[in-house]
């Protein structure tokens, strides 16, 4: 199985040792090109705006929006699940559109309010998942084809639609594999357990 990791900025470093660990072929991304040859992409964490920029230098945008509209597998940690959003507070640009949510950048504050915290999501069973917030972002409007798969304190910090999924927080600063394989798990069709709720 390849899965990419789009490589323009960001926690990208991080996900391909996760994927690696977990037996996959992991391949940074960086041109249009290279997306032919995946089985699923993820979009790491980082800095939205900037990343948003260089997909458009990079030719990367519209290829992405292509995937999203063949219901093409896709993770988003933070940055990314700003980038997979149908709609960002950030009016500057428009997100791939991949998941219909509407997001809220740095909603729980600045740099310095980042966090930690122990999350329910029982689509990866009873065990909390150790959530790690860096200015992160929260879901607002979440269409009816959207399962929520986490909330905090009543937000929304994980969906899914289809095979995209994404979250706010960044499961590859964990040693908690088991967001990456629910992604797997996705790609290969594998039944997964029906833990998501509205
Ligand atoms: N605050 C960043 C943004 O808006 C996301 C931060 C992160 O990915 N850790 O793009």
Redesign the pocket.
Known sequence: MNIGVLALQ??VAEHIQMLCALGVKAIPIRLPSQLDSLDGLVI??????T?SKLLYEYDLMEPLRLLATKGFPLFG????M?LLASKTT?LRWQPVGAIDIEVQ??AFGRQIDSFEADLEIPALGDKPFRGIF????IVGRVNSSVDILCRLNGSVVATKQGKAIACAF?PELTDDSRFHKYFLDLVTGEPIAQGSSR
């Open positions: 960001g926690a790491p964490g980082g800095e939205s705006t990343i940690t933070c940055a990314g700003i950030d950048r740095n860096i200015r992160a972002p960044h």
